[in-house]
């Protein structure tokens, strides 16, 4: 059950960006003297994320506004492993998303949340509860901005349909 821990977190790693913080972006959320005015609402969340894919290194992650259906496939390290489960906004600010992993060792329930806030037209976001906060996105998204691998479509089913034919659950 161990390994197929390790796999998972390092999809959420990845999917957390967190290589991108910036200290600029750290001061200013940690100053807390409103320079960072407000958590994203959860209509702003839900129109950010809703029915678009979340591309990762190794992997991908899709939400289905459909029963808020969360589904996401990795290739860590070459291991193939799935998720399935919801994604849901628990305060204003706050996304996360819960999933069953599978993987050949067996399976796994995760959850994961990430903060959003805003200032301006940039938006930070930090993986709760101990990540440190990045930019998101810029007022003008550039290249680099993490927000740039939300995909509008779904980019998980075809290749979780064939890791779950190969993991056989």
Not at 38 to 61: D, V
Not at 134 to 161: I, M, Q
């Amino acid at each position: 059950m161990k390994s197929i821990l390790r796999p998972i977190s390092l999809v959420v790693a990845v999917a957390a960006g967190i290589g991108g913080a910036t200290s600029i972006a750290e001061a200013a959320a940690r100053r807390g003297d409103g320079k960072i005015t407000a958590p994203l609402t959860h209509t702003e969340l839900y129109n950010l994320y809703g029915q678009r894919s979340w591309i990762w290194k190794e992997g991908a992650g899709y939400f289905s506004v459909r029963q808020r259906r969360f589904t996401a496939w990795s290739r860590e390290k070459g291991a193939p492993s799935y998720g399935v489960g919801r994604w849901f906004i628990t305060e204003p600010g706050k996304l996360c998303f819960t999933a069953d992993w599978h993987a050949k060792s067996g399976s796994a329930p995760a959850t994961t949340c990430f903060s959003h806030r805003k200032r301006g037209g940039v938006i930070y976001q930090k993986r709760e509860p101990d990540g440190e906060w990045y930019v998101f996105k810029h007022a003008r998204p550039r290249s680099g901005d993490e927000f740039t691998k939300l995909r509008r479509g779904n980019y998980v089913s075809d290749r979780l349909e064939t890791i779950q034919a190969r993991i056989g659950e």
